[in-house]
């Protein structure tokens, strides 16, 4: 059976302006590898407990009750969902609470001039620094950024570093990372 490819859009929820990248990935990718390709593809560092919820079926890594959802390292995306415009949901960060809404806009993707499987086709906007409080966190320190009298300017300044800019968006650094992922 030839290799089929999906893209997927992904939007973290309750932030606005939108922080959304569209990816390619195989079709047979297990969910607990998709987990890692969305940690590079949004620039998340991997630090906290994530789960996939699909048709209403938790998928987690390593749960130890079936409350707790299904193993995420078990099931293959492909065999979950198969039908363009599918929806799904991956949270992130469970005190934090990153709520992120997937789409399948192509589940027949082809594009010769790409040697790969995995890749990152577009995007708008920088991941929120983890640890910062969720949507409503994140809200204050973006306000914060953008008006250097704010009381927590100086604060937020230094929390992820000052090179920290919540418009850039950089899909080649991002494929460069999708790489060596797959090596």
């Not at 079936?66 to 995306?77: A, D, R, V």
Request: hydrophobic content about 30%; aromatic content about 16%.
């Amino acid at each position: 059976m030839k290799q089929r490819y999906f893209v997927l859009k992904i939007q973290l929820l309750n932030i606005e302006p939108p922080i959304w990248r569209r990816f390619m990935v195989p079709d047979n990718i297990t969910l607990d590898h998709l987990h890692n390709i969305i940690q590079i593809v949004m620039g998340w560092t991997d630090s906290h407990l994530y789960d996939f919820t699909i048709r209403k079926v938790r998928y987690t890594k390593a749960p130890e009750s079936e409350e707790e959802g299904l193993n995420s390292g078990l099931y293959k995306l492909g065999d979950l969902i198969n039908r363009k415009g599918s929806v799904f949901y991956y949270t992130y960060d469970f005190g934090d609470g990153w709520d992120h809404k997937l789409v399948l806009e192509d589940n027949g993707y082809s594009n010769p001039e790409l040697k790969t499987l995995l890749a990152c086709l577009g995007g708008e906007r920088a991941c929120p620094p983890e640890d910062i409080g969720g949507a409503y966190g994140y809200f204050e320190y973006y306000t914060a950024l953008k008006n250097p009298n704010h009381e927590n300017y100086e604060t937020y300044m230094e929390w992820p570093g000052v090179n920290f800019n919540p418009e850039k968006f950089d899909s080649k650094s991002i494929n460069k990372e999708l790489m060596n992922y797959f090596r």
